[in-house]
């Protein structure tokens, strides 16, 4: 095909129109506007001093008219109704109409009507107003709108953009359970104000045990959803399977309760009427105790206490009477304290005597074994009392105890009364040594609570090492021990074995009635008072001075 010719008038006719059209347009239409293009056409969109109608804008956008009419939308609002404030033409066929004052992303949504808050905010102005979404089936096609530039036709309900998760069963009010934030959890949602309220164990399970997954095949993707509507939940049987196996009826709450399976009523509950009435301890012990996960009734034995319980005697009495049977010693009122008393006791192999009444059983019977294998000890291999007691004299008198023991010196009513003959010993107790207790010699050495360290061995036995010297030595003889029992005895210390005759002043005549303080004054030294007998003047003047005439002799 060859190039067609136009004729010189043609083309001058042509450029003389296009003359004309620039003089009267300020620039070309946007291409939605294309059609309006032409002398002809100014009228549709200005009055007669040029400037642009709004009111001849509504003409065609019918849907801007719609929101002034019902003061809905953002074109209802005063300051956006004169239409060339946004939107300019005459720019141009790709020239964008909507012109923004701060930028598309900064536009204030709370104009329109629709406010956006929580994830909302977080969206590009596209991600919503997108071609898919505009479901407003009342955008007329006359209007010539791209469903894929317009801000128009969205639905301000959530699902107007969102799928319905819900299969339509909760309504389309999203808001009443769901916020803009975040879709889970619902915090809106009220479980009480449904036709089943939550309570006690029923309130931490999730919702998938109870509300399963449903399968919409209609949908493209996303097929399960929840089932909210219809659920079956009039009697426990409808979630829970029956454990009782229908024998004790349909109606659960009369013994349990949502608290907790095991939180049984007993007040509703009668175990008198089962073959095994619950007595003592017994009635207060929580079902499952004996009543374990998965065993059925026929599973339980309850015939001898060895059913239930660990014989913690290990079988220690089996060859007894009684076959070793638990309620020989014990009652279902409590394992302790045992039935077996005093009496029972004294029929043993050690009947209990004196103090040993009074010691609680655990002393002697102690727990053996660890925590888990605990059992206490009644068969002993010696009943002495080193077998229980330890020796407090670590030995020392280990030689003067006899084959009976301990019972040489104690007895069992009382550790503290000694019943020993100290004659046995190297010093034998006279006077007043029969009255001092045991402990002013027999001192503890540490001074220990337990008087494990009391010296019974070794112990010296003259006068000075118990007492004091209050003569200061004067009768000390070559030894350094004064020979006190040359003077006194245990009896008494008054001196009543001294003879003033055996000494250098044989007392006679007047001398016989003179007090001792007389002629054997005091004396203090090292802040010790003491009497002086010895070097002592023996001579008339050194008491009776000068005007006394010296006897002739004198003993």
């Given amino acids: 095909m060859g190039m067609v010719k136009r004729s010189p008038f043609f083309l001058s006719i042509l450029l003389m129109a296009a003359s004309a059209h620039a003089q009267l347009s300020p620039g070309d239409l946007h291409r939605s506007h294309a059609f309006l293009e032409g002398v002809e056409n100014c009228a549709k969109c200005h009055g007669g001093d040029q400037q642009l109608v709004p009111e001849n804008c509504l003409q065609c956008h019918g849907r801007i008219r719609a929101q002034r009419e019902t003061g809905k939308g953002l074109h209802s609002r005063a300051e956006y109704q004169v239409c060339q404030n946004c939107h300019i033409e005459h720019q141009g066929r790709d020239f964008d109409l909507v012109?923004?004052?701060?930028?598309?992303?900064?536009?204030?949504?709370?104009?329109?009507?629709?406010?956006?808050?929580?994830?909302?905010?977080?969206?590009?102005?596209?991600?919503?107003?997108?071609?898919?979404?505009?479901?407003?089936?009342?955008?007329?096609p006359n209007e010539r709108i791209d469903s894929s530039r317009t801000f128009l036709g969205l639905q301000p309900n959530c699902v107007g953009c969102h799928r319905d998760e819900h299969r339509a069963q909760l309504g389309e009010n999203c808001v009443k359970c769901h916020t803009q934030t975040a879709w889970k959890p619902a915090s809106g949602f009220d479980h009480a104000l449904t036709l089943y309220p939550l309570t006690?164990?029923?309130?931490?399970?999730?919702?998938?045990?109870?509300?399963?997954?449903?399968?919409?095949?209609?949908?493209?993707?996303d097929f399960d959803y929840m089932?909210?509507?219809?659920?079956?939940?009039?009697?426990?049987?409808?979630?829970h399977t029956d454990a009782h196996v229908g024998k004790l009826g349909e109606d659960c709450g009369s013994c349990h309760n949502t608290d907790g399976w095991h939180q049984v009523n007993t007040v509703n509950f009668d175990h008198s009427r089962t073959r095994y009435p619950l007595v003592?301890?017994?009635?207060?012990?929580?079902?499952?105790?004996?009543?374990m996960a998965g065993q059925s009734k026929q599973g339980l034995r309850f015939a001898a206490c060895r059913d239930c319980h660990i014989d913690t005697h290990r079988g220690e009495f089996a060859q007894r009477a009684s076959k070793g049977n638990c309620e020989e010693c014990h009652s279902v009122n409590g394992f302790s304290p045992a039935r077996f008393l005093m009496a029972q006791h004294e029929q043993t192999d050690y009947?209990?005597?004196?103090?040993?009444?009074?010691?609680?059983?655990?002393?002697?019977?102690?727990?053996?074994?660890?925590?888990?294998?605990?059992?206490?000890?009644?068969?002993?291999?010696?009943?002495?009392?080193?077998?229980c007691h330890k020796d407090p004299h670590r030995g020392q008198v280990d030689k003067l105890v006899a084959a009976d023991g301990c019972e040489q010196c104690h007895n069992v009513g009382t550790w503290n009364r000694v019943n020993y003959d100290h004659s046995k010993s190297n010093f034998a107790l006279e006077g007043k040594h029969t009255k001092v207790a045991c402990g002013k010699c027999h001192r503890d050495i540490a001074a220990t609570?337990?008087?494990?360290?009391?010296?019974?061995?070794?112990?010296?036995?003259?006068?000075?090492?118990c007492h004091t010297d209050i003569h200061q030595g004067q009768f000390?003889?070559?030894?350094?021990?004064?020979?006190?029992?040359?003077?006194?005895?245990?009896?008494?210390?008054?001196?009543?074995?001294?003879?003033?005759?055996?000494?250098?002043?044989?007392?006679?005549?007047?001398h016989r009635t003179v007090a001792c303080g007389?002629?054997?004054?005091?004396?203090?030294?090292?802040?010790?008072?003491?009497?002086?007998y010895k070097p002592l003047e023996t001579t008339c003047v050194s008491c009776h001075g000068a005007a006394v005439p010296e006897r002739s002799s004198r003993s």
């Fill in 280 to 291: 003592g301890k017994h009635a207060a012990i929580e079902c499952a105790r004996c009543h």
């Fill in 351 to 387: 009947p209990l005597r004196g103090s040993h009444k009074a010691v609680a059983c655990l002393a002697c019977h102690q727990r053996t074994g660890g925590s888990a294998d605990a059992f206490l000890t009644f068969a002993f291999g010696s009943t002495r009392c080193q077998a």
């Fill in 518 to 532: 007389k002629c054997h004054t005091s004396k203090v030294a090292e802040n010790l008072k003491f009497v002086i």
């Fill in 99 to 140: 012109h923004w004052k701060d930028g598309e992303q900064r536009f204030d949504h709370t104009l329109t009507g629709f406010h956006l808050e929580g994830k909302h905010l977080s969206l590009t102005c596209r991600q919503c107003h997108m071609s898919k979404l505009i479901t407003d089936l009342q955008l007329a």
């Fill in 200 to 221: 006690g164990k029923h309130q931490p399970v999730a919702c998938l045990k109870c509300h399963q997954l449903m399968t919409d095949l209609r949908m493209a993707t």
């Fill in 449 to 465: 609570a337990d008087m494990t360290n009391v010296k019974f061995t070794g112990i010296r036995t003259d006068c000075q090492s």
């Fill in 227 to 239: 089932k909210y509507k219809n659920v079956a939940h009039s009697q426990c049987s409808s979630c």
């Fill in 476 to 510: 000390a003889s070559t030894d350094p021990a004064t020979d006190c029992g040359r003077c006194h005895s245990p009896a008494s210390w008054k001196a009543t074995k001294f003879d003033h005759a055996s000494s250098r002043f044989k007392l006679d005549g007047a």
